[in-house]
């Protein structure tokens, strides 16, 4: 007879419907299941003790009193954390990249020492990360655009300025990698721009039909499954290095 | 405390028409709420404040959108989860979920065991929350943030998926390994378990 495993025991303790149909009667027949999942239910359990810092009385009222002046400007207020100031912050990483890729091939002595005294693994590590970063950024965009309802005219705006920003990035990238010889990749990159490219040329009024063309393409391409499976592999080989 | 959706359904429909008492309304009411959610998945109460901001501030521009087909506080967390996942990868620790391949070598729980106090199980529960944060802690976020969604939430694994923006079998593997880990934390107290 063959046990239930665990992850098939996680499915059934959260009775997620993609836990198998027999679940149920083997473990109503197996003592040793049964013993599994009932230590797996009362571990889990135990992490229902853990709860977030106890707040006071008035913090309903501190987060109003925070929130007020902002939803008078608009969206565009919020708290400290902004998206825009990282994309910002990327492009200069991006060209700091390049600027070590070039420092590799061309040992020209202006260049700081420090940039040109890196081993080619250690290049090789930067060129991975930079490269799997830009396409957490393009997935985290390309996810919003597909799936976030609220992505709607009103809103596409700030959506298509990432996109040129990205657009932009992704010529560095391409850059650093042509110098590194990694054409595959590049090639990859060629289609990412191309979205990119007429996602950040959607006109100013753009309509929900615009928006609904990209997500098709998004969809027709499995340009974001692709996007995450050179992320991914890029992680790896990171990791690696 | 009021009655919670009929109130809501209430102060919801004037929101919706711009109301912003009626806004202050849900917002003193479910701020501690979304503060918890935001907090699981960050472990950071800075963070978590500027989450519930953030997740508001979003509510309020999205109003008349909502359609009353959840809970206002349901919507809420939605918006708080996919906010407060986007905060986390815009940070540098952002892995993203784990393909199943690779899923062999996570790190193991070697700071765990001697963070963990002896297994005096007649702890109180703030204590035992004190014991269980460094085995969240070592959570990836992708991994805290999906079983944060899944155990804390009760979001099914599909909907845990979209707020991640994976698929699902990659919210699914985030899970398997988040439980896994957090079991494998609580082993050096787990014998002494009731
Ligand atoms: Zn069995």
């Given at each position: 007879m063959k046990h239930l495993s665990e992850e098939e025991l996680i499915l059934v303790y959260y009775e997620e419907p993609d836990a198998p149909a027999m679940a149920q009667s083997h473990l109503s027949e197996c003592a040793e299941c049964r013993a599994a999942a009932g230590s797996l239910a009362r571990e889990l359990g135990f992490f229902d003790e853990w709860n977030a810092p106890a707040k006071g009385e008035d913090f309903g009222r501190d987060a109003w009193n925070r929130l007020a002046p902002a939803l008078d400007s608009g969206r565009?207020?919020?708290?400290?954390?902004?998206p825009v100031r990282i994309w910002a912050a990327m492009a200069g990483f991006a060209i700091l990249l390049v600027a070590v890729f070039l420092a590799g091939r061309l040992s020209r002595p202006a260049l700081p020492p420090v940039i040109a005294g890196l081993s080619d693994q250690a290049r090789e590590r930067i060129l991975a990360i930079a490269v799997a970063d830009h396409l957490d950024r393009v997935e985290t965009l390309l996810t919003e655009i597909s799936h976030d309802d609220s992505n709607a005219p009103d809103v596409f705006a700030a959506d298509r300025e990432r996109a040129e920003d990205l657009a932009q990035e992704g010529q560095l990238m391409k850059q650093s990698l042509a110098l590194h010889g990694e054409t595959a990749t590049t090639g990859f990159l060629d289609d990412v721009d191309r979205f990119l490219i007429e996602a950040a040329h959607t006109p100013d009024r753009v309509g929900e039909k615009e928006i609904a063309e990209l997500r098709q393409r998004i969809d027709s391409g499995s340009l974001l499954f692709k996007v995450r499976i050179v992320e991914s592999n890029l992680r790896n080989e990171e990791r690696k290095l | 405390m009021n009655d919670g959706n009929y109130g809501d359904a209430a102060a919801v429909e004037r929101a919706r028409n711009g109301d912003r008492d009626a806004f202050r309304v849900l917002v003193e009411r479910h701020a501690s709420a979304v503060f918890r959610l935001a907090y699981r998945m960050t472990l950071n109460e800075t963070d978590a404040e500027d989450m519930v901001q953030e997740t508001f501030l979003r509510a309020w521009s999205e109003m008349r959108r909502?359609?009353?087909?959840?809970s206002f506080g349901t919507w809420l967390h939605r918006i708080c989860a996919n906010r407060t996942v986007d905060f986390l990868r815009s940070r540098k620790r952002w892995q993203g979920p784990a393909m199943p391949d690779t899923d062999r070598e996570y790190d193991p729980f070697r700071n765990l065991a001697s963070a963990?106090?002896?297994?005096?199980?007649?702890?109180q529960s703030a204590q035992t929350g004190a014991m269980l944060e460094p085995a969240l802690a070592a959570l990836s976020e992708v991994e805290r943030a999906a079983f944060t969604m899944r155990h804390y939430e009760g979001l099914a694994i599909d909907d845990v998926a979209a707020a991640l923006g994976v698929q699902p079998g990659a919210a699914r593997h985030s899970i398997f390994r988040a439980v896994r880990k957090l079991r494998r934390a609580l082993e050096p107290v787990g014998s002494g378990l009731p």
């Open positions: 565009e207020v919020g708290p400290g954390w902004r | 909502f359609d009353g087909r959840a963990a106090p002896s297994p005096e199980r007649e702890a």
